[in-house]
């Protein structure tokens, strides 16, 4: 099935969906698409990450009728009854909540276990208790750890490099237990350095993109850690919306309980990224011509090279990214330029 066919499948078919971390960047956009969908959904935020902006961002960008198809719930997935509560009379799940820094997990696994395991173990008993047909959970490519294949396929892992990619290991693990063990259909999506719209640049474990992005247009210095030939595997958060979407629709029953990667299945270093960035953003912005990178020691827990072979998802999913990184990038540019920097001229 293509990710046209799954759009329209799911407007002729409306189902009751709930979506963790709504607030978040990645969840945020699952929203504003399952309501273009007309679909009813539940929003489930404790806003430790998450903006009310976002969620006010997409307010502002609907028709009303579509937008009081949402509901959104404070809580946290940490409490079972919170997650019990919001998986009443839901049929599909789409677990985005998380605490999704390297950094922070090597400082403080105790907030990384507590949040990305702990939480993701009550989601999936709640849906198990409450008959949720599918669940699609977010997982990492920081799964494949110390494993050094390039291009990384879903069977090959490695030992975790950090508590964060431990952590989403063990969700795996837990998905495929609940699988086996009480028949919950799950499906899980191992992302690769998401960007676009709506990601936060502000905190010290910011992600690289909008990080940089708004230390280039406040003029501050732009940190390279290592040489910058690092290479990371760009995936436009639309790709992330479209596997979503394709996961929690299939009728495919080889894709059911199985583990995708979802990325653009391109590898760009550190340096190339930075001029890209630059280039994009000074498009709008013009005084961000002048930045340059200042480079500092490798950081701990990251891996080297990072690529996806994404051929699985391609076949039993029918994912295909329609943007490539330099698309992706002007239109997350045009967003970053509008909401740090004042309208794009």
Known sequence: ????????????????????????????NLV?????????????????????????????????????????????????????????????????AALASVPLSMEHP?????ANVTGSMNVLNAARETGVSRVVYASSSAVYGDHLGVPAVEPLIGRPLSPY??????????????????????????????FGRRQDPEGAYAAVIPRWVSQMIRREAVYIHGDGETTRD?????????????????????????????????????NELFL????????HLPHVLACNPVYDAVRAGDVRHSLADIGK?????????TLGLAEGLAEAMAWYAQHLGGRPE
């Open 234 to 270: 760009f995936c436009h958060v639309a790709e992330v919306v479209q596997a979503n979407l394709l996961a929690a629709t299939t009728r495919n029953p080889d894709a059911s309980n199985q583990i995708f990667n979802i990325a653009g299945g391109q590898g760009t270093t550190l």
């Open 32 to 96: 504003e698409a399952l309501l273009r969908l007309d679909q009813q959904v539940v929003g489930l935020d404790n806003f430790s990450t998450g903006h009310q902006s976002n969620l006010e961002e997409i307010r502002l960008s609907l028709a009303p009728e579509q937008w009081a198809r949402f509901r959104m719930v404070t809580g946290d997935v940490q409490e079972p009854a919170t997650c019990l509560g919001a998986c009443q009379g839901i049929d599909v799940v789409l677990h985005q």
């Open 313 to 321: 998802a391609e076949r039993l999913l029918g994912f295909c990214p």
């Open 276 to 283: 890209l960035l630059r280039t994009g953003l000074s498009v």
């Open 165 to 194: 990619a431990l952590s989403k290991r063990a969700v795996e693990l837990y998905a495929d237990t609940f699988s086996r063990c009480y028949g919950l259909d799950c499906v899980g999506l191992r992302y690769f350095n998401a």
């Open 1 to 28: 099935m293509s990710y046209r066919d799954a759009g329209q499948a799911t407007m002729a078919r409306p189902r009751r969906w709930l979506v963790t971390g709504a607030a978040g960047f990645i969840g945020s």
């Open 110 to 114: 105790e907030r990384i276990h507590a």
